[in-house]
């Protein structure tokens, strides 16, 4: 989603072609400073300054950028911020993201994305992590605050631009194999961990992140925290029956049932299980173990890998059966999923636990805690383990491990938000979620108060959670 250089570095040819296709407005023209500069004002150097062309030198004065209105989503109040040193790292077709300093309200390093949605309708991602933040969730990116740019078509506002500041992660999984190749079965264990631990509040409520891929899980090796990012693509699944597009997560990544779709389908979390599981063997090995070259490729290596689904799995797949036996080719032998692992090197301890979640039948894969639970995760869960650079992995486990881990009413949270100025967050009532499997855990319902939406953002309300 996002090319790997600045924008002064991209031929200026294949801008001019890129910006073609996509169709918005140039980073010049929608992206003066950091965020829209619609929003904010540099309190030294040339007013307007604009960072499209950004250098990662420091030859030119330090211009401080004051941004005197953005929503602080743990306090639930608007609130003006400083920032300094801004660079654009990342350039795609639905947002950019830059890097920035904080100064004021405190200071920290953080990642700044832009995206510009739909006229009038709010940026679902920006609601699940404004909640997710309030929800004290884990393993998952941290939104700090929001801001908005505005224009006006006749009596109506219409969005142009969103941006989010987000906690700053040194690296990505992508980068961090890239440099390095296979990690030390240590730390993959102790990534793979905090990956189904994110997706299992993700599960809890319904919520599917639908691109799960290394370079969409930030890491920082000094803490070794983890946290699932870009959200972009996930989807809140109101219903078992709910129908979703089948074109989802990035290819190598992509589940079975996703591969034999045509158009829309029913399917819920369980895909993620599925990407986490790629994720996990990547990092073992430092290559991409379902690489391809097109659709009908990825089908074959996983019908070589995984053999020829049986009728039950076709059904509790989803997907029409006529597809399924049109797509099978007749000239592949598959060789089993434990020995396609061991041709990857990867060790036996690994290969037991990712057999479980490389299977034709969603529900077959292991998620929560029996997927946390697994005996491949032993290692480091023990109070001794300590991983190459010193770090104890048992301490950090722990901390993960906190009271968010109960399901929250997103569907109510996202009707009320679709035009809100300000993030309303649900509250607690009794109630349960849709999902049997955590049929037994409280959900937090929103309550008739908080439907007290004034018009002025100022007077929004904005309920404090737990």
Known sequence: ??????????????????????????????????????????????????????????????TIYHIPRVFDILNGEWISIKLTDARLCGYGVFSNVYYGKLMEPEEMEVAIKKVWPKKTKRNDEMLLLASFRKLGARNVAQLLYTGRSTHSEGTRNSLICETFYMTYQESNLEQLIRSEGALELVETKLYAWQIFNGLDFLAMNNIMHRDVKPVNILVNRATGELQLADFGSAKLVKNAKELSTGYQVTRYYRPPELLYSKGMMVYDWRVDLWSAGCVVAEMLTGKILFASRNVKHQRTRTQYALGVPSEKDIELMGVPEEVVVESIDLNIRSIGIKRFLRDYSIPSEAIRFLSKLFVYNPRKRPHGEKAMGDSFFEEILDSSTLTSTGLSTSPLLLRQSGPAKRPYDFEAMFTLNRRADTPVIPTPAESSPSDPSYSDRQVLRVSPLDRAVKDSPEDALTPVVM
């Open 1 to 62: 989603r996002f090319f790997p250089f600045p924008s002064n570095e991209m031929p200026n040819l294949f801008r001019t072609i890129l910006d073609s296709i996509i169709g918005r407005r140039s980073i010049g023209e929608c992206n003066k400073g950091v965020p829209p500069i619609s929003e904010m004002s540099p309190s030294q150097g040339t007013p307007d300054r604009e960072i499209n062309t950004p250098t990662l030198t420091n030859s030119e004065p330090e």
